[in-house]
């Protein structure tokens, strides 16, 4: 479980995060909402221990990490697979090296076994034809793709951690990466989303944290969000009204475009 | 910037300098991006350190020759140019040209890194960044800055001898001679010294300057200017400072 209590966190005078508390189950699918600058990333990596927070307690399964050294948050890191905006892949390696990486690090694998193990990993995401390519050669849902099962190379997290997996999508890649998203999830494993796409979220998940300004204005199911009058969420919720649909059509003929 | 972000700077800069030189006794050793950061330091360079060595050899024998030659003292442009590119001019250019291309590559290299989350990235599958990225960098810059500087060295003194030899129409052997004579102990081990310093100093202001990056496209051209000003500065102050001390250590008298 991870537990956030009283945590407040600053880069330099500005504040980012004001007296955060909430706990999250390992098994359970939540998306952490706001707008730019309001705190989302900064809550994944304090999660990681890969920022420390300026006052109140962070406890991953009862362990307070904000005490703990470099070497002490491997183990509590070792839980989590977290997947950055936009993939975070290493530029110098192509994509067959960015996902053997941690193979390589770690593990003491031939590189028969190695080469084995990173086809398999990207059979699961439909680019094993791409493990030449370096990470410019690929289309934004491609990198988030590659990031998503390079993460998933040395470990069994306990939960996965999604850094705005969709934005810059297009809806088809959006979707994709949705879809990849439950699919890991499939095996009672949970996960936090952070995004401010609120239509992608309400595909993945049932509960709903949302940030402003650095605090916590909402927390809690779906339904009590949709139905919230908090003018944010409003804002929000206004880009899942429905859409006009699509009868209109272009004559050009005998063909309907 | 305030007194008190100066020194949380230094003791940062301090820690990631000592870390880094330490990780070169610390397991895992990472040899493949030691040899890719030698390429890009040394072979990179090698063309560039040549062409500006071969120059400025060229242009003191010259300046030294037209001054000399008054004098009638033309006999000593060997000793003076052997003198002043072994001892000084060598290793000095050398760091600089380095801190320019080199220092600004690492600097803008780990910055982007910075800002793309990949050193985070590194973090998150345990691996020690200072150890995969600052190490290999201080290894190689302790390697190659010392040979570009011997390679920049000969040039130097060949370019000092074209212009000794077929523009002042002093004697070939005479000029040789007068080099051999300058390449004693004191002489070499001075000119050695400094190369190594300036490597280690270029490659840790220029990983700390790029590892310190905040700010998108801006906060990195900002790093990166830093990276190769306080690199310039840095060299130019160490010369000094090494300079005094090794004329002292040496028995020259000032």
């Not at chain 1, 809550?43 to 927070?53: A, C, D, E, P, Q």
């Not at chain 1, 993939?87 to 994509?95: E, I, P, Q």
């Not at chain 1, 650095?214 to 859409?243: A, V």
């Not at chain 2, 050398?94 to 590194?122: C, N, P, W």
Request: aromatic letters at 10%; hydrophobic letters at 45%.
């Amino acid at each position: 479980m991870i537990e956030f209590d009283h945590v407040w966190f600053s880069y330099g005078a500005r504040e980012v995060l004001r007296d955060i508390s909430f706990s999250i189950d390992f098994h359970e699918k939540v998306a952490i909402l706001g707008g730019s600058g309001d705190g989302k990333t900064t809550i994944l990596k304090l999660i990681m221990g890969l920022l420390r927070s300026d006052s109140g307690k962070i406890l991953i399964d009862g362990e307070d990490i904000s005490t703990k050294t470099e070497g002490e948050l491997r183990e509590i890191r070792m839980k989590f697979s977290l997947v950055f905006q936009e993939g975070a892949l290493f530029d110098s390696l192509n994509v067959k090296e960015n996902v053997a990486f941690a193979l390589r690090e770690y593990m003491n694998l031939s590189e028969e076994e190695v080469d084995q193990r990173v086809r398999t990993l990207l059979k699961r995401v439909d680019l094993e034809d791409a493990m030449e390519l370096m990470p410019e050669e690929l289309s934004g849902g491609m990198h988030r793709r590659v990031a998503i099962i390079r993460s998933l190379a040395t470990i069994e997290p306990k939960m996965f951690l999604y850094d705005e997996p969709t934005t810059g999508l297009d809806p088809v890649n959006a979707d994709t990466i949705c879809k990849l998203i439950l699919t890991l999830s499939r095996e009672g494993k949970g996960f936090i989303i952070v995004t401010h796409k609120i239509f992608d979220a309400f595909k993945l998940v049932h509960r709903f944290i949302f940030l402003k300004n650095g605090t916590i204005i909402f927390d809690g199911q779906k339904e009590k969000m949709i139905d919230s009058s908090i003018p944010e969420i409003q804002i929000f919720l206004n880009e899942l009204s429905p859409r006009p649909k699509a009868t209109a059509s272009i004559d050009v003929g005998e063909r309907n475009v | 910037m305030t007194i008190k972000e100066l020194i949380s700077d230094l003791q940062d800069f301090y820690l990631l300098s000592s870390r880094g030189l330490s990780g070169l006794m610390r397991k895992p050793f990472y040899f493949k991006d030691t040899i890719e950061q030698m390429d890009y330091a040394g072979t990179g360079s090698f063309i560039i350190v040549l062409l500006v060595s071969l120059f400025i050899g060229m242009a003191l024998s010259l300046q030294l020759s037209a001054e000399l030659s008054g004098l009638g003292l033309k006999m000593y442009i060997g000793k003076i140019v052997g003198v002043s590119i072994i001892r000084e001019i060598g290793p000095v250019m050398a760091g600089l040209v380095f801190a320019g291309r080199v220092g600004s590559g690492m600097a803008s290299e780990l910055g982007s890194m910075i800002l793309g989350h990949q050193v985070d990235t590194l973090r998150v599958f345990g691996v020690d960044p200072v150890k995969k990225l600052v190490t290999p960098r201080i290894l190689s810059s302790l390697i190659m800055l010392p040979a570009l500087t011997i390679v920049g060295d000969a040039v130097s003194i060949l370019g000092g001898y074209y212009i000794a030899v077929f523009v002042s129409l002093q004697s070939s052997p005479f000029y040789w001679s007068s080099i051999q004579d300058v390449l004693n102990f004191e002489n070499v081990l001075s000119g050695s010294i400094k190369p190594f310093i300036f490597g280690y100093l270029i490659a840790c202001i220029s990983c700390y300057m790029g590892l310190s990056t905040k700010g998108g496209a801006l906060g990195l051209r900002r790093a990166t200017t830093r990276a190769v000003v306080v690199s310039f500065v840095m060299v130019i102050v160490a010369d000094f400072i090494l300079t005094r001390i090794l004329l002292y250590v040496l028995g020259f008298s000032v």
